[in-house]
């Protein structure tokens, strides 16, 4: 029994010595920012006070209440995220069910698939912004030659077609992430449960709905957790092609945050913008994975 | 209620792979058919042409006069047990066994009356809001059971229902199977590899190789009437001693002795002696066909010694004899003589592998 005890304690403490460096890296890269912004939030810091930190205890957060830029970037990184992220499960969804049927070169498929998500994301928003430009973009080229509109449309000029062209440019490129997630969940099915649902007597319809989507709904979830984190803090593809314009329609709140630090120099409250957004995306995560370890347990009876 | 037949079943893949060559199968009300034979040799090809998780490229399936070649696996009316079980994981034990009633839209009060049913026969009643991942192996085999028998079905097809229990517990499974489809009238096609289970449980054994039927027959003619050395050497264990012997005029040559063979037309050049471990005996002084050798390696079964013997005169052409000798009985030195007593003899055509024997010939062809 001591000799257990003791092989045990000496495990864990190999166990810490082997993630303290990744601890202390974590708490430098991630803790510190982190304290660091909740500190400068209390702070005002701008130009007004010369850049000097004065403390203003709770002003910043009680100015933020009554921003309406702020809760207007709000709103639309919210419709932004939903609606992009949304799509994106549903064409993701779709073509993994079709990558994970057996025709002839599907490994090519399934490569060719995966390229957008690979491509650096600055690069792609020149792409798409020259593809919606109005005089020489291809949509419009398109568009014009199929008699479909009879002058070029401003794309990336009017409020809603910008929001439209930026999430259309956000799901071609990461609509692979989401198919290449539930392809490897779709593949942890057993093939023998269609066969068994089939001699059941079910459709194949009813075996998507019956089996594919419980099964899939932990990836489907952790897609979702995943894609949603990262579509809140979407910065570089709506920084190149619309800047946040035209005015403000894209502006999402990184956008704001970023202009506050760096282009008004508001420290102290772009560090309360920081941490209130940070707080949001904190318990969105916190709710996701709970759903998450709840379907889980559904699934398989242990936690 | 529900005869099975297949007819010229053929499936073939690319003109090199053809799992399943040209069978033809009958399965009558209550009898219980194992398909037997080493892995690849079509039998699980078969049971999912029956199935119709597979379309045969040529031949039928009928089931009850009907035939369902084209049919949906769903519209078959048959249930099937999966290797794996295939019990779906995330529903309980009840919906997993109501599944099919519920695709088929029974009354929901039906639904209960039989799931119960069925839930008492296999001993479940107490997991039924289980998940199959909160169960032991021999649970989810009752769990896959249980959905089969819930559907009453015009036929049961098994694909190797025991292969994921450990030794005990399929030897008690064996028997529970055994029981629970005696009572169900209809055709059962059982898939194995193993022939205790083709002995045990079966009415009618169908020895597979390489996609053709070897031997369709009661399990007891299998055993003592191989119809080839095929069956005659996978079915048996030990397995038969299969010896390929020159002959010389009426006797085949073992070693230094002489064992009279079966007449014939034209006797041949060589042929092939089969005979079972168990059959071999050590010899009295009133056994004819003694032949005499040195062991070279004991085995303890338990129940018997499996002794290996390097017959004399064979320095050559190594022949070998394993005979099965009780374990009361005594022998003494590594010099033995040993007995094959002509009844137990089997034999075989060097070319074709065919039984040479006239009585197992017609029995070829039930």
Known sequence: MTKLDTIKSREQRTGWILILPALILLLFVYGYPIARALWLSLFTQNLGTELKPVFSGLDNYIRMAGDGRFWQSFWITSVFT??????????????????????????????????PWALPTALIALAWAWIFNDQFGIVNDILLRLGLIKTGINWLGDPNLAMVSVIIADVWKTTPFISILLLAGLQSISPDLYEAHAIDGATPWQSFYKITLPLLMPQILIALLFRFAQSFGVFDLISVMTGGGPGGATEVVSLYIYATVMRYLDFGYGSALVVVTFLLLILAVAIASFLLSKIRKRLSGVA | MAKLE???LNKTYTPKVIPVKNVNLTVEDGEFLTLLGPSGCGKSTILRLIAG???PTRG?????????????PGDRNIAMVFQSYALYPHLTVYDNIASGLKLKKTPSQEIKQRVAEAASVLGLED????????????????????RALVRRPDVFLLDEPLSNLDALLREKVRAEIKQLFAEQKVPVVYVTHDQTEAMTLSSKVAVLNKGDVQQLDAPERIYNNPANVFVAGFVGSPQMNLLTLLCQGRYAMLGDFRIPIPDMQ?????????????????????????IKGRIFLVENLGMHYLISVRVAGSEKEEIIVRALVPIHQKWSGEEITLALPNES??????????????????????
Do not use: C, Y
């Open chain 2, 6 to 8: 297949i007819k010229n």
């Open chain 2, 60 to 72: 039928q399936v009928l089931i009850g006069e009907k035939d369902v070649t084209g049919v949906r």
């Open chain 2, 345 to 366: 003899i089997h034999w075989f055509d060097v070319q074709t592998g065919d039984a040479i024997v006239k009585s197992s010939i017609a029995s070829q062809l039930v």
């Open chain 1, 82 to 115: 939903v609606v992009a992220v949304l799509l994106e499960l549903l064409l993701g969804l779709g073509i993994a069910l079709v990558l994970n049927e057996r025709f002839r070169g599907r490994s090519l498929v399934r490569t060719a698939a995966i390229i």
């Open chain 2, 266 to 290: 034209t006797p041949p050049n060589s042929i092939v002696l089969g005979i079972r471990p168990e059959n071999v005996t050590l010899a009295e002084s009133e056994d004819r066909n003694t």
């Open chain 2, 53 to 55: 998780l597979e379309e």
């Open chain 2, 127 to 146: 997991l039924m809001n289980r998940k199959p991942g909160q169960m032991s192996g021999g649970q989810r085999q009752r769990v896959a059971l249980a």
